[in-house]
C-alpha cells in the first residue's frame, strides 16, 4: 500500500528523531533539537521517569489516518535505524482485546497490507500471541523480526493473562543457556535465569509499540513497561 504524504512525513520525521537520538546519545536534546529545526523553537521533552533515558514519543494523527499502517512502517526505522539491526523483538500493545484480535489478524495474514509493510522492510516476519509466545524457538528469534501482539491490560497485576508472561516455561529453556552473569534478568536463588516470556523480553530489550499511547500513561503502565527492559 502506498503511504500518503503525511504519513510518509510523520515517518521521516521518526527518522530524523532516532538519528538524533544516535548523534547526541539524549533523548532528551535530540527532540528539542528535531521540533527546533522542525518549528523554529524547540518544545520541551517529557522524560519518563521509570524510563530514563530511553526514547519516548508518540505519533499523532486524525482518526482513520492509517496509525496502524504507520506503527507497521515504524517498526523498520527503530529495528534498523535506531537498534541498527537486522531483526528484533516487538511488543505491539493494543487498548482491548477486540482490537487485539483484529491486529493479530492482520498482522498474520500475509495479504493485508499491515503484513505486506512489515515483511517489505524487514524480511521474515513472525506474529504471535502470548499463548504462543510460550514456545518460541531460538531459531525463529535469531533470524525473524517477532512480534507479540497483547494488550495493556494483560501486562497489569490484577489480569489472569499476566501469569503467562511471568510463569516458568520449559519451552522457553534454551533461550537461556548461554546468558552471562551480568545480564539484567530474573534469577534463581542460584543465580540461573529464570526461564519466562518476561526474562525473555528482558534479554532481548524489546520494541515497544502502544496503540491509543495517550491512554497509557499512568505510573503504573510505565513501571510495567519498564519491568521489560525496552
Given at each position: 500500500?502506498?503511504?500518503?504524504?503525511?504519513?510518509?512525513?510523520?515517518?521521516?520525521?521518526?527518522?530524523?528523531?532516532?538519528?538524533?537520538?544516535?548523534?547526541?546519545?539524549?533523548?532528551?536534546?535530540?527532540?528539542?533539537?528535531?521540533?527546533?529545526?522542525?518549528?523554529?523553537?524547540?518544545?520541551?521533552?517529557?522524560?519518563?521517569?521509570?524510563?530514563?533515558?530511553?526514547?519516548?514519543?508518540?505519533?499523532?494523527?486524525?482518526?482513520?489516518?492509517?496509525?496502524?499502517?504507520?506503527?507497521?512502517?515504524?517498526?523498520?526505522?527503530?529495528?534498523?535505524?535506531?537498534?541498527?539491526?537486522?531483526?528484533?523483538?516487538?511488543?505491539?500493545?493494543?487498548?482491548?482485546?477486540?482490537?487485539?484480535?483484529?491486529?493479530?489478524?492482520?498482522?498474520?495474514?500475509?495479504?493485508?497490507p499491515y503484513r505486506q509493510a512489515l515483511e517489505s522492510t524487514l524480511g521474515a516476519v513472525t506474529v504471535l500471541d502470548l499463548a504462543e509466545a510460550q514456545y518460541l524457538q531460538p531459531a525463529t528469534l535469531n533470524t525473524?523480526?517477532?512480534?507479540?501482539?497483547?494488550?495493556?491490560?494483560?501486562?497489569?497485576?490484577?489480569?489472569?493473562?499476566?501469569?503467562?508472561?511471568?510463569?516458568?516455561?520449559?519451552?522457553?529453556?534454551?533461550?537461556?543457556?548461554?546468558?552471562?552473569?551480568?545480564?539484567?534478568?530474573?534469577?534463581?536463588?542460584?543465580?540461573?535465569?529464570?526461564?519466562?516470556?518476561?526474562?525473555?523480553?528482558?534479554?532481548?530489550?524489546?520494541?515497544?509499540?502502544?496503540?491509543?499511547?495517550?491512554?497509557?500513561?499512568?505510573?503504573?503502565?510505565?513501571?510495567?513497561?519498564?519491568?521489560?527492559?525496552?
Open positions: 500500500m502506498q503511504l500518503k504524504n503525511y504519513q510518509q512525513r510523520c515517518l521521516d520525521v521518526l527518522s530524523r528523531y532516532f538519528q538524533a537520538c544516535l548523534q547526541t546519545g539524549d533523548s532528551d536534546l535530540a527532540f528539542y533539537n528535531v521540533t527546533r529545526q522542525m518549528y523554529g523553537q524547540g518544545i520541551p521533552y517529557h522524560q519518563i521517569t521509570e524510563l530514563p533515558g530511553m526514547p519516548y514519543v508518540c505519533l499523532r494523527v486524525p482518526t482513520g489516518g492509517g496509525k496502524t499502517l504507520i506503527a507497521c512502517h515504524s517498526v523498520r526505522l527503530a529495528v534498523r535505524e535506531y537498534q541498527r539491526v537486522d531483526h528484533g523483538l516487538v511488543l505491539w500493545l493494543a487498548p482491548s482485546k477486540t482490537i487485539r484480535e483484529q491486529t493479530i489478524n492482520a498482522l498474520k495474514d500475509r495479504k493485508h525473524e523480526t517477532v512480534i507479540l501482539v497483547s494488550t495493556t491490560q494483560a501486562f497489569r497485576v490484577e489480569d489472569p493473562e499476566l501469569r503467562k508472561v511471568y510463569e516458568t516455561s520449559g519451552a522457553l529453556m534454551s533461550h537461556f543457556d548461554n546468558v552471562s552473569a551480568a545480564a539484567d534478568v530474573e534469577r534463581y536463588e542460584n543465580g540461573k535465569p529464570i526461564p519466562s516470556l518476561a526474562n525473555l523480553l528482558r534479554l532481548h530489550r524489546p520494541l515497544i509499540i502502544v496503540d491509543e499511547a495517550h491512554n497509557v500513561r499512568s505510573d503504573i503502565s510505565f513501571m510495567t513497561l519498564a519491568r521489560f527492559n525496552p
